[in-house]
């Protein structure tokens, strides 16, 4: 199992342009999120998603865009990138029902560390 | 209103010292998981112990304990004999299962030091 992938491991964008995060998992895990972690702020949730096909907001989801076409993908969109989007980004992923000793352990990509310049 | 609480921003301790790392969470359903992670300078995110609202017993894990205190929604991590490899950032974290999953919301998080 490569448990849960981030693509790229760095980038670096101008203002106003656009790309895509990508996240795939290969644990069958119905439950993905996407976080940006800014210094001194822990992780904020972004969006997140219970199943192929539903996605929900979270904390900070403006700006981001976000769809669950697989289980496995997750892939995070930023439509015109802004400097205050400058962080990084964990995508991680969580086995529903009970697993081992019923700790829905949410695991963790290796993030992506995002400039905007 | 902010679910977790970390008010210690940074802390030191002595190699071979124990360490209390503070974490309150406000919650209203009875049904709930508190989680700690590291984060090394490195980067991972990596899980070290988990605690269910239900369980009647503090968590333990190798060096890690969790000390739990319900009435008091406090969750504090315990790491007993610190090593060198402990310097890292702790993140408290919680799971509400009002009906099954629910995000994970973070603590800002504290560093820890540790001097040889």
């Known amino acids: 199992n490569a448990g849960v992938t981030q693509t790229p491991k760095f980038q670096v964008l101008k203002t106003g342009q656009s790309m895509t995060l990508q996240c795939a998992q290969d644990m069958n895990h119905e439950y993905m999120s996407w976080y940006r972690q800014d210094p001194g702020m822990g992780l904020r949730l972004i969006h997140y998603?219970?199943?192929?096909?539903?996605?929900d907001q979270g904390e900070v989801p403006n700006g981001y865009n976000v769809s669950r076409s697989t289980t496995e993908d997750f892939p995070l969109r930023l439509l015109s990138a802004a400097p205050s989007q400058t962080s990084v980004y964990f995508c991680?992923?969580?086995?529903?029902?009970?697993?081992?000793?019923?700790?829905?352990?949410?695991?963790f990509g290796p993030g992506t560390r995002l400039t905007v310049t | 209103a902010q679910k977790i609480t970390q008010t210690q921003p940074g802390m030191f301790v002595q190699e071979k010292e124990a360490v209390t790392l503070d974490c309150t969470y406000d919650t209203s359903d009875p049904s709930y998981g508190l989680f700690w992670y590291k984060q090394p300078s490195s980067g991972e995110m990596i899980f070290l112990i988990y605690q269910g609202s239900y369980d009647q017993q503090n968590a333990t894990e190798g060096r890690y304990s969790l000390n739990f205190q319900k009435a008091r929604k406090s969750a504090n991590l315990v790491i007993s004999a610190s090593q060198l490899g402990d310097s890292a950032m702790y993140f408290c974290?919680?799971?509400?299962?009002?009906?099954?999953?629910?995000?994970?919301?973070f603590g800002k998080g504290t560093r820890l030091s540790v001097i040889a």
């Open positions: 998603s219970v199943g192929a096909g539903i996605t």
């Open positions: 991680a992923s969580t086995a529903t029902g009970q697993i081992a000793n019923g700790a829905y352990e949410q695991y």
């Open positions: 974290a919680m799971r509400e299962f009002p009906s099954g999953n629910t995000p994970l919301v």
